[in-house]
């Protein structure tokens, strides 16, 4: 079983204490006027160090306690060496199941060794055993058990992809930064391009502007109607009107070869539309010119519908979960979708050319304003434009980092 972060460790730790009590408090916060059941676990709050450069180990020093009563009334019958060898039994069979969860029961010594696929040691040499008795208490006795412990491999060997390392990203918008809004109305007037091309949108209109809602206001607040988006920071476009960010730009849209991929984290409401949501629109502003228009349909399917001024594609994944990570992929005359990383049906339509057909196109997020039917209902996370087909490694790995971000599926 590969651990993931130290909170995993520990829930394992508490999980394999069946004899009293366990906690993860510091000491001082632990009740020893025995009106705890006894015996108790405390696992104090590790210190750590940075990985070693070439293995890519932290290093956790961890410290627990194993408390035990020594009542007088069994004391004529039961030695305190004797309950010392008890709770040091229990302390020694608890390692054990813990170290079986990650590492099959085995002591390792990864001093001379390279990391293993198990993502959990415990150093043999560092193990120790203290036998303490409460100066101030003589009816408490303590077992101390000092270890070292590694654990996480990927410090310096990280396998996630970010979408800014992988070629022709033009529009990075993620709700968690570079946004601009009224505290107390939540209302956003920016949102910042990450991409390092500016390609910012914003919203002077305050009657036109979505909100930003944190998980802690999410929760507090309840604006079901607005996209909760699975505990995430999202930018919410309210229920039943139109509320949209447009380019900063007066003409010209980042997409110029013709071909894109387009990655949306996006929270759709359940309520009935008979019209097509936008949540990603290119608008032409000369005629001839192209026209993405990226959403969601009858809450039956997400639907991407492109135009290159004569001919036009149609394509679709039908399904439409809540929460979805969305990627709208165009190559050449093909457009195919893939929801949740479950691949649509590719769309062709022959004779279809976008090469330098979006590049006089304003781009707007939220809703078409010539279009008041057209406005989006729910939350968005994260939008990612790649001027580029990807490949399907590359679309795989942005999909992943997605997914590693907001655990959606």
Request: charged share 20%; proline share 4%.
């Amino acid at each position: 079983m590969a651990i993931t972060r130290l909170t995993d460790f520990i829930t394992v730790a508490k999980s394999k204490w069946t004899y009293g009590d366990s906690a993860f408090k510091y000491e001082g916060e632990v009740n020893q006027d025995h009106d705890t059941i006894y015996p108790l676990m405390l696992m104090e709050p590790p210190t750590s160090r940075m990985p070693d450069i070439y293995e890519g180990w932290e290093h956790y020093n961890v410290e627990i306690e194993f408390y035990d009563n020594y009542q007088t009334a069994v004391r004529n019958v039961v030695t305190l060496q004797k309950r010392w060898d008890n709770l040091q039994d229990l302390a020694l069979e608890w390692l054990d199941n813990v170290l079986i969860e990650y590492s099959g029961g085995v002591i390792q010594n990864v001093s001379t060794s390279s990391p293993t696929p198990t993502q959990v040691y415990i150093d043999k040499e560092s193990l120790q055993i203290e036998r303490t008795k409460n100066n101030k208490n003589d009816k408490l006795c303590r077992i101390t058990m000092r270890f070292d412990m590694r654990m996480f491999t990927r410090c310096f060997t990280p396998k996630s992809v970010y979408p800014n390392t992988i070629d022709d990203l033009v529009i990075w918008l993620s709700a968690d930064s570079n946004v601009g809004f009224s505290i107390p109305t939540k209302k956003v007037e920016t949102w910042g391009d990450k991409s390092g091309l500016n390609n910012n949108v914003s919203q002077t209109d305050k009657t036109l502007q979505p909100k930003r809602y944190s998980y802690a206001e999410e929760t507090l607040n309840s604006p079901t109607n607005e996209g909760q988006f699975n505990g995430k920071t999202r930018i919410a476009f309210p229920n039943g009107s139109t509320h949209y960010l447009e380019c900063d730009s007066v003409v010209g849209s980042p997409l110029s070869s013709g071909d894109f991929t387009i990655f949306v984290v996006a929270a759709y409401n359940t309520d009935v539309s008979s019209t097509q949501e936008s949540v990603f629109t290119s608008e032409p502003i000369i005629p001839a010119a192209g026209q993405i228009e990226l959403g969601q349909r009858y809450l039956t399917s997400y639907q991407a519908i492109v135009s290159d001024g004569t001919n036009s594609i149609t394509a679709n994944v039908a399904s439409a979960p809540t929460e979805a990570i969305i990627c709208y992929k165009l190559s050449g005359d093909t457009l195919r979708l893939y929801a949740n990383g479950v691949a649509g049906t590719p769309q062709t339509t022959a004779g279809f050319d976008g090469t330098g057909k979006f590049l006089a196109n304003k781009w707007y997020i939220g809703a078409i304003p010539t279009i008041a039917t057209s406005h989006f209902d729910g939350g968005v996370a994260e939008i990612l434009v790649y001027d580029a087909v990807l490949s399907d490694s590359d679309r795989e790995q942005v999909d992943e980092y997605l997914n590693n971000k907001y655990k959606i599926y």
